[in-house]
């Protein structure tokens, strides 16, 4: 058996990688990324600065959907890797050091009594861990969520997706579910007055709905209904923990203590699979606080022991977040960036909205009902025109200004910019600049992505 080996690896060229891919990953991805550029061959990173094997530099506003919090590489998260390299990786019969010192810490920084963690692999599997606490904790089987919600593609998680186009194929999926607006209390109070309700799982910011941030008052009220209903309150804060928005956690805005909290993504510092979900004492003990309930909710590389790499990289990452003050760092640069965005907004139509709070910032385009992209596009595009105008942006920016930027899953239509927290106030205003430099250039922006576009779906 002939392997290809390491070293191989990192030798492979441009066209290797895009067959392999398109032969042993995703066929329909490998076209297009290649067929737009998106494929560039990275091949090291420092903070928000990627460079490919050309030697070439670029910005990453994609930062890893949220998962590169401290840039690209932290010395002091590749230092925190070496120090445990001896170490068992995972060891599942034994406490360790580094599980219980991050549980530790984590009780210290979540809001109000949440202290009871259990460790895992990502956002879905957080998810997914939280739903089954509430059905433990309630003895009830339902769950609310919101329109436009994005909590993860397992089963459970799909449950409560807000998006149509993903759940259909997987369907019949965990029942009983509602779907509520987004920001609507009155709406939610009439699901939880059934009485059969487990949790309402939420997002503080939806962050793949188009980075939607909530009416003032709407999560201290849906803690307030679900305290009243005798539902538990699951904020998901798999994107918005962790420093993103200005705060540790979102939450914190509205002074909301959850009954169980999802993290992942910025846990792992950019550099490892690590997540977790908190919940309350009284909780844990109903669900699992006997010793044949204890292990009825557990994971290989995540339950009560968790895994050496993960926790010490954890450990560190809220070590940086503290020293290097991120969460000011991330509220004062998102307000700097917010604000050149909306002054954007006043000079270019194409832009329809500009939100978001802290570091995690939605650019939402729109064809303004011209027809503009289709046009452009020889009518390929057609109904698609309006959900990949922001495709059409990233295009560009990555091509022509070196900038990574990507769409948001359950709105393709806007662009969603979420940089390191160690992200310049340079490095933010040449992204401006370069949106503005697209922008300026109107149809031809349009006109030349848009061809791109279409090319890529006329092959399909």
């Known amino acids: 058996m002939q392997l290809i ?51 070439n530099e670029y910005l990453d506003f994609v930062g890893g959907y949220g998962s590169v919090s401290l840039g690209h590489n932290h010395p002091r998260l590749l230092d925190a890797v070496r120090r445990v390299e001896q170490y068992p990786k995972i060891m599942q019969t034994a406490m360790q050091h580094l599980p219980a010192a991050l549980a530790d810490n984590l009780a210290r920084v979540t809001p109000g009594n949440l202290c009871r963690t259990f460790f895992c692999n990502s956002g879905a599997e957080a998810v997914e861990g939280a739903l089954k606490l509430a059905r433990a904790v309630t003895g009830r089987p339902k769950f609310v969520y919101c329109h436009g919600a994005f909590h993860g593609k397992t089963f459970g998680a799909l449950s409560v997706m807000g998006r149509t186009k993903y759940r259909e194929p997987f369907e019949p999926l965990l029942q009983p579910t509602a779907a509520i607006p987004y920001g609507d209390l009155a709406a939610l109070e009439k699901e939880l007055a059934g009485g059969n309700v487990a949790a309402f799982i939420v997002e503080p910011i939806q962050g793949e709905a188009g980075v939607i941030v909530p009416p003032p008052g709407f999560l201290a009220g849906a803690r307030e209904l679900c305290t009243k209903h005798g539902a538990l309150l699951i904020a998901d804060e798999v994107q918005t923990g962790l420093g993103r928005t200005g ?32 919940t309350l ?29 993960a926790c010490a990289v954890g450990i560190t990452t809220l070590e940086i977040i503290q020293d ?60 698609l025109a309006e959900e990949y105008i922001a495709t059409l942006l990233a295009v560009e920016l990555i091509n022509r200004h070196r900038i990574a930027t990507v769409y948001t899953l359950n709105n393709p239509s806007v662009i969603r910019l979420e940089p390191p927290l160690t992200v310049t ?36």
Request: aromatic fraction near 8%; hydrophobic fraction near 40%.
């Open 281 to 309: 004492d009284q909780h844990w003990r109903k669900a699992y606080g006997s010793l044949d309930r204890a292990i009825m909710h557990s994971s290989t590389f995540g339950g009560y022991w968790g895994n050496a790499i």
């Open 247 to 278: 705060k540790m956690f979102a939450c914190e805005w509205e002074d909301v203590v959850p009954d169980v909290l999802c993290l992942a993504k910025a846990l792992g510092g950019g550099m490892v699979a690590a997540g977790a979900y908190v």
């Open 324 to 383: 290097e003050k991120l969460i000011e760092q991330a509220r004062e640069k998102g307000e700097y960036f917010l604000a050149r965005l909306r002054a954007l907004k006043e000079k270019y139509q194409v832009i329809k909205d500009v939100r978001g709070r802290g570091l995690l910032i939605g650019l939402e385009l729109s064809d303004k009902g011209t027809g503009l992209v289709n046009k452009l596009s020889f009518g390929v595009l057609d109904k």
């Open 425 to 460: 106030k340079e490095q933010i205003d040449r992204t401006v600049d370069a949106i503005e430099d697209v922008l300026s250039r109107s149809k031809s922006f349009l006109g030349l992505a848009a061809k791109g576009l279409g090319a890529v779906f006329s092959r399909r």
């Open 5 to 55: 080996r390491l070293e191989q690896a990192l030798q492979l060229s441009r066209n290797e990688v895009i067959e392999k891919s398109k032969a042993y990953l995703s066929g329909s991805m490998a076209a297009t990324e290649a067929a737009l550029r998106f494929d560039r061959q990275y091949v090291r990173a420092e903070g928000c600065v990627l460079y490919d094997v050309q030697g």
